[in-house]
């Protein structure tokens, strides 16, 4: 996320971008943060679910549809 978006070695530490930008529900440029996991909205799918790039995701950046279900949304 931090070749996306910047930011300092606090954002090696996915829980940290909680505290990126300000509060916001999920749409499309969101940081979308996970316990241990961090990615970007780009889209959302057919079936409603929002597409999320994000690196590290089974040893690779990928972007696929996800649930976002208990997650924290931030924008810039």
């Not at 978006?5 to 979308?32: F, I, K, T």
């Not at 929002?50 to 279900?69: F, H, L, T």
Request: positive net charge; proline residues 4%.
């Amino acid at each position: 996320m931090r070749t996306q978006l910047g930011g300092g070695p606090e954002y090696n530490l996915a829980a940290n971008w909680r505290r990126y930008g300000r509060s916001s529900g999920p749409q499309v440029g969101a940081v979308v943060v996970w316990p241990h996991h961090v990615g970007i909205i780009t889209g959302r799918s057919s079936s409603g679910q929002w597409i999320v790039k994000s690196g590290n995701d089974g040893n690779a950046v990928r972007e696929r549809a996800r649930s976002v279900a208990g997650a924290v949304f931030r924008v810039g």
